[in-house]
């Protein structure tokens, strides 16, 4: 059985970091595309970054500069460092796996197999 179990959120002031964990089990992602995506209330969800099965990270623009996807193969953990947080970044975080080689941040929400439960992620003063 596949599972994602996300971990690292919390809330944080404007310009702060956090450092978001995918721990991944019943599934091995080498070569295959894993990501974040986020969701906003009343929003739909986004894709905030993704490697895809060669190791390529890609992001959206209003993350771009600020955040940072990274994977441990060895502790098979997907990760998401967040720096310089904003008010607009508030949302629940939520990790995803899928078997395919390419993918993009743009890729739909629907196109993901696998899904953490997700993790709260607030900014605000």
């Known amino acids: 059985r596949v599972q994602l179990v996300e971990s690292g959120g919390g809330s944080v002031q404007p310009g702060g970091s956090l450092r978001l964990s995918c721990a991944v089990s019943?599934?091995?992602?080498?070569?295959?595309?894993v990501a974040w995506f986020r969701q906003a209330p009343g929003k739909e969800r986004e894709g905030v970054a993704v490697?895809?099965?060669?190791?390529?990270?890609s992001y959206a623009d209003s993350v771009k500069g600020r955040f940072t996807i990274s994977q441990d193969n060895a502790k098979n953990s997907l990760y998401l460092q967040m720096n310089s947080l904003k008010p607009e970044d508030t949302a629940i975080y939520y990790c995803?796996?899928?078997?395919?080689?390419?993918?993009?941040?743009?890729?739909?929400?629907?196109?993901?197999?696998?899904w953490g439960q997700g993790t709260q992620v607030t900014v605000s003063s």
């Open positions: 995803a796996a899928d078997d395919r080689l390419f993918c993009g941040p743009g890729d739909i929400a629907l196109s993901w197999t696998y």
């Open positions: 019943g599934y091995t992602y080498n070569s295959h595309c």
């Open positions: 490697l895809d099965g060669h190791g390529e990270s």
